[in-house]
């Protein structure tokens, strides 16, 4: 399973394509310092997704809002081969997309579809946790034109690619009469009555 280019289609992939501030990028120093405090950042973020899936109401896993987007489904594969990609450009230096169409033949349950997606996750976690922190600061290519740019950088767009994908379920869910659940478990009504100064 490889060839990135074909599969990375969404325009919400953009970030995985050159562009000229990557160029800014390069002169950076790290801001992550270890590879222990971005997985446990990481984590963090995937606990906060993980409470969107497991939202989905579980006959609408592959629905989508219309023909040609995700559906659901797509979302939790997405973010699990997404995952596997960037880990493996960490790991490897290269860029592998492994996929994320379900089996037509054989459908999965949102049960089945979250354990695939968390064994994933583990398995990638457990990849970059045998790195030494030294890697953060080396040098990882772009998957279109430009020049290379840090580990610690991409890693960010792992979580920034998630949270991207994370929101445009929040707004599926909507769609299905769902009601998302809170970032951090506080709406915005309460935001507005407590930060009022
Ligand atoms: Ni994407």
């Not at 960010?156 to 478990?185: C, F, K, N, W």
């Amino acid at each position: 399973m490889s060839l990135a280019k074909g599969l990375l289609t969404k325009a919400c992939c953009a970030s995985f394509a050159s562009f000229a501030p990557l160029r800014e990028l390069q002169k950076l120093g790290c801001m992550i310092t270890s590879v222990v405090s971005f997985i446990s950042y990481f984590e963090s973020v995937r606990r906060r997704t993980l409470n969107y899936f497991n939202t989905i109401p579980p006959e609408q896993l592959e629905w989508r809002p219309k023909p040609g987007e995700f559906t659901c489904g797509d979302i939790i594969r997405h973010l699990a081969a997404a995952e596997q990609m960037y880990v493996g450009l960490v790991v490897e230096g290269r860029w592998i997309y492994p996929g994320h169409e379900a089996d037509a033949d054989s459908p999965v349950s949102l049960e089945a579809t979250l354990a695939a997606c968390n064994a994933s996750h583990m398995a990638a976690m457990e990849r970059l946790r045998q790195l030494p922190d030294s890697v953060l600061e080396e040098m990882r290519p772009p998957l279109g034109d430009g020049p290379p740019i840090k580990v610690w950088r991409w890693l960010l767009l792992l979580a920034e690619h998630e949270i991207h994908h994370r929101s445009q379920l929040a707004m599926y869910l909507t769609l299905l009469d769902v009601t998302p659940p809170h970032i951090y478990g506080m709406g915005v009504e309460e935001v507005i009555a407590r930060a009022t100064g």
